[in-house]
């Protein structure tokens, strides 16, 4: 089987972390051929690890300008050499049925959901474009249930849309659970892309509710602008002393490791990869209740309400102060961490495909 994943480029995020970990087990031992098609090809550490993977990466060029129209004719060469094609984020798509519409090829058509929201929603004119591009499709995948539903309600329910959970490799992130008995000072740390959908503010403000032995570490990047904001957001909290900015690491379980609680503070998730890393960890993990994050971290994980700082602050200051309850939602944390393995969700990837390709022939 030939398979094409389309994606908008290789910087740090849940979706591309997703092609670094399943595209080489899509291989199935060499039985499958699995190409990667950036539409920025800029240079990354992902894209590093893909080739050294042994997955064949082609770019259409190597700018940020990923809407422009000239990328559905560049990717017109590329499309009729295999047999599934799997896009994820919008502009691919949008791109990828628009540049098949004039071709004589007809490979299985394959779009993963990887949000349970997104702002297009929100704009009424945009539904007819969307309508128009998921009819396309011959499989949509979800990443994890509230995906799916908030998907059914905006487009009806469709035997197309499946749900396939997102996994990471368990064995790289699981670490024995931290003890915390007579510790003086507590690492935070948040594993986020710096991004409109991630909360990273109402993290800072809890730290203004917590007692300086505790310091917060962002690890993560994003464009300029974001990382500005955030950094004067910092400043004006006078947290600067307080909260480091570690960039785009390739060590995150290293980082989690070095940590005694993680925290993933957002708007809205999909199935967020983050999250089931900072469970595997063997620290608590901490979640705002959200869609996307609710349905994984609840009951074995703590959530707080949506921007809440106070509640945050008071979450972390109890754990700390409890080594008991600490250990036993670390315990939680790291069994449901387990469901999650990424080698169960290749399978069902490369199950869907088989079908979808005989369903077709």
């Known amino acids: 089987m030939r398979i094409l994943h389309v994606i908008t480029s290789l910087y740090t995020g849940g979706a591309e972390r997703l092609m670094v970990d399943l595209l080489p087990r899509l291989c199935d031992n060499g039985k499958n051929q699995v190409d990667l098609l950036l539409i920025n090809g800029v240079e990354t550490p992902f894209k590093a690890i893909v080739q050294e993977r042994g997955i064949r990466v082609f770019a259409l060029s190597s700018t940020n300008d990923v809407y422009h129209p000239r990328n559905i004719i560049r990717m017109r060469p590329y499309l009729a050499q295999y047999d599934v094609i799997h896009t994820h984020n919008t502009a691919c798509q949008l791109f990828v049925p628009l540049a098949l519409s004039c071709s004589s090829a007809h490979p299985v058509l394959v779009t993963t959901e990887h949000n349970a929201n997104n702002r297009r929603r929100q704009n009424r004119w945009l539904k007819p474009v969307d309508r128009w591009m998921y009819k396309h499709y011959d499989a949509i995948i979800c990443i994890a249930d509230q995906t799916r539903l908030n998907l059914e309600e905006y487009l009806g329910k469709q035997n197309k849309i499946h749900t396939i959970y997102n996994g990471i490799d368990i064995n790289r992130f699981v670490r024995p659970i931290n003890d915390i008995t007579g510790k003086d000072y507590f690492v935070i740390t948040m594993v986020s892309t710096y991004r409109v959908q991630k909360d990273h503010e109402t993290l800072m403000r809890a730290m203004k509710h917590l007692p300086e032995m505790f310091r917060l570490q962002f690890v993560g990047g994003g464009e300029k602008e974001d990382e500005q904001r955030l950094r004067s957001c910092c400043h004006h909290l006078d947290l600067d002393d307080r909260i480091d900015f570690m960039g785009v690491r390739n060590d995150v379980p290293e980082f989690l490791e070095q940590s ?33 994050l609710r349905e994984i971290v609840g009951g074995a994980g703590v959530l707080f309400a949506h921007e809440d700082d106070v509640e945050l602050a008071n979450i972390i200051k109890r754990l700390s102060e409890n080594p008991d309850e600490y250990k036993s939602v670390a315990q939680r944390c790291q069994e449901r961490a387990r469901q999650y393995d990424i080698s169960k969700m290749a399978e069902n990837y490369l199950t869907l495909y088989n079908s979808l390709i005989s369903n077709k022939n």
Request: hydrophobic share 40%; aromatic share 10%.
């Open 260 to 292: 005694d609680f993680v925290v993933l503070s957002s708007h809205w998730e999909g199935l967020s990869l983050s999250s089931v890393e900072g469970m595997a960890s063997g620290r608590p993990f901490i979640a705002s209740d959200v869609d996307g």
